[in-house]
């Protein structure tokens, strides 16, 4: 090989593993940087029904994995995904959903037991949860649209039989765009969904 070509060779090399390094220096950068923190509230069902003493486990929610993060998932069209800046969840977001159901089932004090699957008592019913959205759309206007929509299915833990399922579904709009008004229009969804989902499940723990 000609001199100069392997000069040039190798400096276009030496040009591209800096810029890598630095590429992966500043992802370094900004993976340290805090983020912005926010939870969500339960929202219990409710009161008036059958009770009794039996035990529900909630198993983990099963997510795509773009969900299954702590981080806050945007979607500005169909094909594409991001995440909100500076703004995470308290927890990875299944484990979140999974809290708020056992909180809103046990609310309505019509279940003996209610905890999470994993570690729990040999449960009469297992409520099996899948997040098909949990996200931020985009719209045409620029406004953030809170949505979210979860698929619940019970199951009764002695012969493995389908007693029920059921997909809920909703959505609202942000104030704005910060983080804080994003994350209150999630709040405002879940104040109209838990109270449905955690009657739901109680009338067939």
């Known amino acids: ?107 309505t004090g019509r279940v003996g037991y209610v905890g999470r699957s994993e570690g729990g008592p040999v449960p009469d019913t297992a409520l099996l949860v899948r997040i098909d959205a949990f996200q931020v759309d985009v719209l045409a206007d620029e406004r953030f649209q809170a949505t979210v929509d979860i698929a619940l299915t019970a199951l009764d833990d002695r012969d493995q039989q389908v007693i029920g399922s059921r997909s809920f579904a909703q959505t609202a709009i942000a104030a704005d765009t910060t983080p804080a008004a994003v994350v209150l229009a999630f709040q405002t969804v879940l104040n109209a969904l838990l109270p449905e989902m955690a009657d739901w499940a109680a009338q067939r723990a």
Not at 19 to 40: E, H, I, K, R, V
Not at 50 to 64: D, I, K, N, S
Not at 65 to 93: C, F, G, H, M, Q
């Open 1 to 107: 090989m000609h001199p100069t070509a392997l000069t040039r060779r190798t400096a276009l090399l030496t040009g591209i593993l800096a810029l890598s390094g630095c590429s992966a220096l500043s992802s370094l950068n900004a993976a340290a940087q805090p983020l912005d923190t926010y939870d969500l509230t339960p929202a219990s069902g409710s009161r008036q029904g059958r009770q009794g003493g039996r035990t529900l486990l909630v198993a983990r929610p099963e997510a795509p994995a773009a969900i299954s993060s702590d981080r806050i998932l945007v979607k500005p069209n169909a094909i594409a995904i991001t995440y909100l800046p500076d703004a995470r969840w308290s927890d990875e977001l299944p484990l979140v959903v999974q809290t708020l159901l056992i909180r809103s089932i046990s609310g």
